[in-house]
């Protein structure tokens, strides 16, 4: 530093402390998350199957939404890729269930 300045002191424990706690609240998060996700999955795959469902439309309408006016591209870009991505897996059920020769 210059003349007489002092860094600032640094509480290098307390910001790792801040850091962990903000990386498991994340991993919280995304953990809650794919636990809902994978929750809708198994019932809109239980409504295909009991036919209650029209599960292609249902694929179809996830991959067709479009997000709310004012929607940070970010979240956009996250929530549209989300339901792409569940709308893929609920197809690949489907596929899988027919290959066995399984209903709906």
Sequence with gaps: MGLGK?????????????????????????????GVAQALMWIAAGLEMAGV?????????????????????TLAAASLRTLGQMADELDAARAARRSRGDPA
């Design 53 to 73: 469902m029209d599960g292609p439309r249902m694929s179809a309408a996830w991959r067709a939404r479009q997000v709310p006016a004012g929607t940070s591209a």
């Design 6 to 34: 002092q860094a600032p002191a640094r509480d290098d424990a307390a910001v790792h402390h801040k850091e962990t706690d903000m990386d498991e609240a994340i991993e919280d998060l995304r953990g809650r998350i794919d």
